[in-house]
């Protein structure tokens, strides 16, 4: 299940004390279904009072569900073609996403949200896990909701995803040297250099070391992509993890690229961009 569904966020909230119907602010930071495909039954609980958030570079992710499969399509379904998998694919898109909803307001860099009491949120675009994603900033506190926008050394797969690399390694720096947030919030656990998943609450000191631990990570892949891919795609591979079965096996890459969403081809198709547009 990759939904941030209504029926798994109603008992969290039940355990801080807060009622789902008296949300009033659903603040999304990306398009993706897994943070957004709650958010219709979360906002018919509240009595279609709560305010929805959105990037105004994603919005339409919300607003039109076959905006996802295009989103797939333009990625993961370049290197995936079995349509016995796409499809399957597709149909867990639309089952996770919830009705189409028209965002309440669509923000940008440096807006700021005022969501009363006094509490102010800033906008900070970080793409580039997804081409749209933003980081809200709680003035004051200075504690920053990146969700997916910082990926340390990738999640269960052991990949991170990064759409667009050069993007990411601009906004994890701008994270770490302009925001200096004093608490970060990650979309989900990640993993540290050694492999093990750490907390997506992360404070302190340990702030700047999982955004330097992800810069040190796109920068081990970088290397790795660069030398296997400078010479153009090779032509003879492993279908599994074709056209890039050399890297997987120089990373020690053991992930089954057929359970979708598949994070390895998002991250290569991110890197041989950005070698071919150099
Ligand atoms: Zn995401």
């Known amino acids: 299940m990759i939904s941030a569904r209504s029926e798994d966020i109603e008992p969290t909230l039940a355990e801080h004390g807060v009622c789902i119907e008296d949300i009033r602010w659903i ?73 189409e909803i028209e965002p309440s307001l669509e923000v940008v860099e440096g807006d700021s949200i005022n969501l009363g009491d006094e509490i102010i949120l800033k906008v900070v675009e970080t793409p580039s896990h997804s081409i749209g994603s933003v980081t809200f900033v709680l003035e004051g506190l200075n504690w920053a909701f990146a969700a997916d926008a910082v990926q340390m050394y990738g999640g269960l797969s052991g990949m991170p995803t990064i759409e667009n690399v050069t993007l990411y390694r601009n906004s994890v720096k701008r994270l770490l040297e302009e925001v200096r947030p004093k608490q970060l919030f990650l979309g989900h656990p990640f993993r540290n250099k050694n492999g093990v998943m750490q907390s997506a ?27 296997h891919l400078s010479d153009g795609l090779p032509t003879e591979q492993h279908e599994l993890y074709a056209p890039f079965s050399s890297i997987a096996d120089e990373m020690g890459y053991t992930g089954d690229p057929r359970h979708l969403p598949c994070v390895f081809f998002v991250i290569m198709n991110g890197y041989l961009e950005e070698l071919d547009n150099k």
Do not use: C, F
Not at 54 to 76: F, G, S, T
Not at 201 to 215: D, F, N, P
């Open 27 to 99: 603040l999304l930071t990306h398009g993706h279904v897994d943070h957004l495909g709650g958010a219709y039954n979360v906002w018919e609980k509240t009595g279609r009072q709560a305010k929805v958030v959105i990037p105004k570079k994603e919005a339409q992710l919300l607003r039109d569900r076959n905006e996802q499969i295009i989103d797939y399509k333009a990625v993961q379904g370049k290197y995936i073609t079995d349509p016995g998998i796409q499809e399957k694919y597709m149909n867990m898109l639309l089952s996770n996403i919830g009705k």
């Open 201 to 227: 609450q992360i404070e302190g000191e340990q702030v700047a070391k999982v955004l330097q631990a992800s810069l040190e990570m796109d920068a081990k892949l970088s290397d790795v992509v660069k030398r």
